[in-house]
C-alpha cells in the first residue's frame, strides 16, 4: 500500500489516496477477509497523515460495503475476487510464500532510532566509557581456553560457566534465590519474554501489561496471541484493583518493578508481597523484567521480588545490554526450581545455544569484578550525566516541559506544558537530530493515553555540554511549533 501511496501521492488527496489505497488492497486480496484495520490514529501516526483522512477513508469504506464498522473496529468484509486477485495471489505467494499469520500483522512497530538519529535515544548505555581494554582480555583469556568441544553445539541453557556467575550475581546484588541449573541464557529480554509467553501461556490466556509499559513485551504477546489487558500506573507501580483480580484474572503478569518502564516509578514492597499473595491464589505467573536496576541512583539496588519469598511463581529476567553492550546480545531468565528441569526440556527442543566464547568470556568478566567495577562507574557517571541534562532543561525548557521524578537508569521522562502533541514534536525535532520517543507511544489506546503526553530522554550518551547543546534545539523547536500554532 506504501508503495502505490508514492507513486500516485501526486494525482489524489491524502484522504482520497488512503480511500484508493485501501480499496484496491482489499479487492486484490492484500487485505483479507476479517482482517481488523488498524485505528484511525495509529494508522494516521504511521503514515503521517491527518486523522480526519482517515476517518474519511474508513466511512467511505463502510458506505461502500468493503468494511463493517463495529466496537471491536474496522473489520473487512468478504469480496469475491476475480482472476486478476488470483493471479496476484499466486504471485505473491509463490515470491514469498504464505502470508503472515493475522496476529503478526497486527504487531505494533517498534520504535528505532528514525533516519539513523541516535541523540537523546533511551536504553543505550555510555559506550565511549565502556572499558574496552578490561573487556578484550577477558575475551581473549577465553578464546585460548576454547577447546574443539566447544566448537559443537552448546548446552541449549547456556554455558556452565556463565549461569554459575550469574546465579552468584544475582544472589548477592538482587536477593534472587537460585542456583545455576534455574539460569537460561538467552539472546536479551526479547528472547526471554518471547520464550515466556511459550511457555507459560497458552494462546488466548490473559495477560496483564503495565499502561504505559515496554513495548517489546507487547510484541512478544501479541506473537504469541495472548489477551493483553491494560493495568495503569501510579507514583509506586502498577496498580491493578481488587475488582481486577476478580473479575479478569491473569495468566501472565508482566512488570518492571524495579524502574518502571517507562515512568521510572518503583513498585512499593506492600504491592509485590500483595502481587505473590494474588498470582499464587489466581495460579498466575509474575515476570519479572528487573530493567535498569543496577543503575539506580542514590542508593544500592531494591530486592528482586522473586527473592521475597520461598517458591515465588516469578520468572526474573535481566540483560547485560544496558550493563554491557547491546551488540553483546547475551541476557537470562531464572525459573523457579519445580518448573527448571520442564523448561530445560523445552529449551532444548526450541533452540542452540552459540557465542561461546562470549559467554566464556562475560563469566570471567563477572567472576572478576571488573563488572562491578564497571557498574560503580556507570552509576556515578549517568548521575553526572542525568543531572547535566536536567539543568539544561531547566536553562531552556522552563515553562515548556516538566520533569517527573526518577530513582535512577539511563533515561527520564518529562511532561508537555504546552498545548502540542508529543508526537508532532517529535516528528519536527526528528529533522533536527533528535531522538525524541513520545510518551503516548507506550500507551494502548484507552482513556490513560490523554494522560501522557511528553517525551522519554535518553541521557546516558550526552554529556553536559551536549545535553545543553540538544535541549537548546528542541526548545527552538518546540517554540517554533507554538509559534506556529499561534
Not at 126 to 131: E, K, N
Not at 206 to 235: F, T
Not at 304 to 316: E, H, K, M, N, R
Not at 345 to 366: D, N, P, S, Y
Amino acid at each position: 500500500m506504501a508503495a502505490y501511496a508514492r507513486r500516485t501521492a501526486r494525482k489524489l488527496t491524502q484522504q482520497d489516496l488512503l480511500y484508493e489505497s485501501l480499496r484496491r488492497a482489499i479487492l486484490d486480496g492484500d487485505i483479507g477477509e476479517g482482517t481488523r484495520l488498524a485505528s484511525s490514529r495509529a494508522l494516521a501516526e504511521q503514515l503521517d497523515i491527518a486523522r480526519n483522512s482517515v476517518l474519511y477513508a474508513y466511512e467511505r469504506l463502510v458506505e461502500e460495503g468493503f468494511v463493517t464498522a463495529t466496537r471491536h473496529g474496522s473489520i473487512v468484509n468478504a469480496v469475491t475476487h476475480g482472476d486478476a486477485a488470483l493471479q496476484a495471489h499466486a504471485a505473491r505467494a509463490s515470491e514469498g510464500g504464505p502470508l503472515l499469520s493475522r496476529r503478526v500483522r497486527e504487531l505494533p512497530p517498534r520504535r528505532g532510532s528514525p533516519g539513523g538519529v541516535t541523540a537523546l535515544r533511551p536504553g543505550v548505555p555510555a559506550l565511549d566509557a565502556f572499558p574496552f581494554v578490561q573487556w578484550r582480555t577477558s575475551v581473549e583469556r577465553a578464546m585460548r581456553r576454547l577447546r574443539a568441544s566447544d566448537m559443537s553445539y552448546g548446552d541449549s541453557a547456556g554455558h556452565p560457566a556463565l549461569r554459575q556467575a550469574i546465579a552468584q550475581y544475582v544472589r548477592v546484588s538482587r536477593g534472587v534465590r537460585c542456583q545455576p541449573e534455574q539460569v537460561f541464557i538467552t539472546d536479551g529480554t526479547q528472547s526471554s519474554l518471547d520464550l515466556c509467553a511459550r511457555l507459560f501461556a497458552d494462546q488466548g490466556e490473559r495477560v496483564w501489561i503495565e499502561n504505559p509499559g515496554y513495548l517489546g513485551a507487547r510484541v512478544a504477546m501479541l506473537a504469541a496471541g495472548l489477551q493483553l489487558v491494560p493495568v495503569s500506573v501510579d507514583a509506586t507501580g502498577m496498580a491493578p484493583s481488587a475488582a481486577d483480580w476478580r473479575d479478569a484474572p491473569p495468566r501472565l503478569v508482566y512488570l518492571t518493578p524495579s524502574h518502571q518502564y517507562p515512568l521510572g516509578s518503583v513498585l512499593s514492597l506492600e504491592r509485590r508481597l500483595v502481587l505473590i499473595e494474588h498470582a499464587r491464589a489466581c495460579g498466575a505467573w509474575i515476570i519479572e523484567d528487573d530493567y535498569d536496576s543496577e543503575l539506580r541512583h542514590g542508593g544500592p539496588p531494591l530486592p528482586s521480588i522473586q527473592g521475597l519469598a520461598d517458591d515465588t511463581p516469578v520468572v526474573y529476567l535481566g540483560t547485560f545490554s544496558k550493563t554491557i553492550f547491546p551488540a553483546l546480545r547475551i541476557g537470562f531468565m531464572v525459573v523457579p526450581q519445580g518448573v527448571a528441569q520442564q523448561v530445560a526440556k523445552a529449551v532444548g527442543a526450541l533452540w542452540r545455544q552459540g557465542r561461546v566464547a562470549e559467554q566464556m568470556a562475560l563469566a570471567e568478566f563477572i567472576e572478576s569484578g571488573r563488572f562491578a567495577r564497571h557498574l560503580r562507574r556507570m552509576r556515578k557517571l549517568y548521575e553526572q550525566r542525568r543531572d547535566g541534562l536536567v539543568a539544561a532543561i531547566e536553562r531552556h525548557l522552563a515553562g515548556i516541559v516538566t520533569v517527573s521524578a526518577d530513582a535512577g537508569g539511563m533515561h527520564l521522562t518529562v511532561r508537555l506544558d504546552v498545548p502540542l502533541c508529543d508526537i508532532d514534536v517529535s516528528e519536527a525535532a526528528h529533522a533536527h537530530g533528535l531522538n525524541l520517543s513520545p510518551l503516548s507511544a507506550y500507551c494502548l489506546p484507552g482513556p490513560d493515553i490523554a494522560r501522557y503526553n511528553g517525551f522519554l530522554l535518553g541521557y546516558a550518551e550526552a554529556p553536559p555540554g551536549v545535553a545543553d547543546t540538544l535541549m537548546a534545539t528542541l526548545a527552538r523547536v518546540v517554540r517554533a511549533m507554538l509559534g506556529g500554532a499561534g
